[in-house]
């Protein structure tokens, strides 16, 4: 016997008064109504079996050897965060047919007079906070679907926690019911907001530093507040850059970050990785928090304290930067190698003969792959009405490739 088709519905952010002719038709017709209790409350009428949407397993298992026509209840559109994913996933799609509505974000995109089709949507219903929190300071604009775990102003924490706070933030409440209301305020305000069940949380990038005034890679070395011998400047800067061979979703780790200009310069090339700024000298985390908030750096975290300690906390890298080891060069390196993902890079910057030794030695003996680069590079200079060039010290840029 031939397996029926699976209709999914979804209502409108008026309810099911704006259901379509076609919509309306394969309902009336169904065999099964599926969905949760306030769904099947709007159909009194329906003389077929119902049944709550509770465990989707087990609904699934009733799809997969039903032969009766059954029509999945949902809100707004079933493949908008919706049952939809879950069903074209375990079931053979032309068994499927999906019939949308009104998203909710769609309608409160509309209530607060914004356009939505450059906002990225991110859903935290029964989810993890960590990864949203990535894709939201990477965005202009976003739409979220929070639940009562992670609500608005549990995002807000975590958006001042990573240094980005600087959004107008729209609370849409109740939409489509009598007591709907939209709040404006700002991230700070959502800590001291309740926040009704029903919501979502539109927050748009407004005050921070524009960083189009500044270059993705290569900003002045005079920018970045440090101690000037505690940076790695502007040319060994993009050669370094270049040889951690970057990835838009890496996870990177800066060990001795002293000014943290390697990060924030990997920053504005992984919008969606994850980086952390090792450092325990007190003097540079004070230069590594003033130049993470001057340049956005939102998804840089600092780490204070001394490498290898700090490690075992933060997630596995595809790409480590060593900077300073604090005289703990072996310590920290046999700490690296066994977090490293495969395939992974360590890039380390040596101004001495004896680093630059010891490092690769250790790293073959350790089984990598090491290229070493001497940069050496010279600057004008004015003397009276001539130019001249002046060397800076030359610097070793020693790359490690872990075997499979």
Request: with cysteine.
């Amino acid at each position: 016997m031939s397996q029926q088709k699976i209709y999914l519905v979804g209502a409108g952010i008026t309810g099911w008064e704006g259901l379509g002719s076609k919509a309306l038709e394969v309902i009336a017709k169904a065999e099964v109504l599926i969905g949760h209790q306030r769904h099947l409350d709007n159909f009194p009428d329906f003389r077929g079996e119902k049944q709550l949407l509770e465990d989707l397993s087990i609904m699934l298992e009733s799809l997969k050897n039903s032969n009766r026509q059954t029509v999945v209840l949902g809100s707004g559109d079933p493949n908008f965060f919706g049952v939809a994913r879950f069903l074209l996933r375990n079931l053979p799609k032309e068994r499927i047919e999906i019939y949308p509505n009104v998203t909710s974000v769609q309608y409160a995109f509309a209530r607060i007079k914004e356009p939505w089709d450059d906002a990225i949507f991110v859903s935290v219903h029964g989810r993890g906070i960590g990864r949203a929190i990535d894709r939201i300071i990477a965005s202009e604009k976003v739409a979220i679907l929070t639940d009562k775990t992670n609500t608005p102003a549990a995002i807000a924490r975590e958006l001042i926690e990573r240094g980005a706070e600087g959004y107008d933030a729209w609370l849409c409440e109740d939409m489509g019911l009598p007591q709907e209301k939209f709040t404006k305020t700002d991230v700070k305000g959502l800590l001291e907001l309740p926040a009704s069940e029903l919501n979502i949380l539109i927050l748009i990038k407004t005050w921070e530093p524009n960083l189009v005034n500044y270059p993705l890679i290569g900003i002045d070395d005079d920018e970045f507040a440090t101690a000037k011998k505690l940076i790695t400047k502007q040319e060994v800067r993009a050669v370094t850059l270049a040889k951690l061979q970057l990835q838009d979703d890496y996870t990177i780790w800066d060990i001795g970050a002293g000014s943290g200009s390697i990060s924030i310069e990997a920053s504005n090339l992984v919008p969606n990785g994850k980086l952390f700024a090792i450092e325990q000298n007190p003097q540079c985390i004070g230069f590594i928090r003033e130049n993470l908030k001057k340049f956005a750096a939102r998804n840089v975290k600092l780490i204070e304290g001394d490498a290898p300690d700090v490690l075992e906390e933060l997630p596995d890298p595809d790409r480590v930067f060593i900077g300073g080891s604090g005289g703990m060069l072996e310590e920290v390196i046999e700490a690296v190698d066994k977090r490293l993902k495969p395939e992974g890079l360590i890039v380390l910057n040596a101004v001495t003969l004896d680093t630059l030794t010891k490092s690769v030695e250790f790293l073959e003996d350790h089984g990598y792959t090491v290229e070493v680069t001497c940069v050496n590079i010279a600057k004008t200079k004015a003397l009276s009405e001539y130019k001249l060039l002046e060397a800076q010290n030359p610097v070793y840029i020693i790359s490690a490739a872990k075997e499979h």
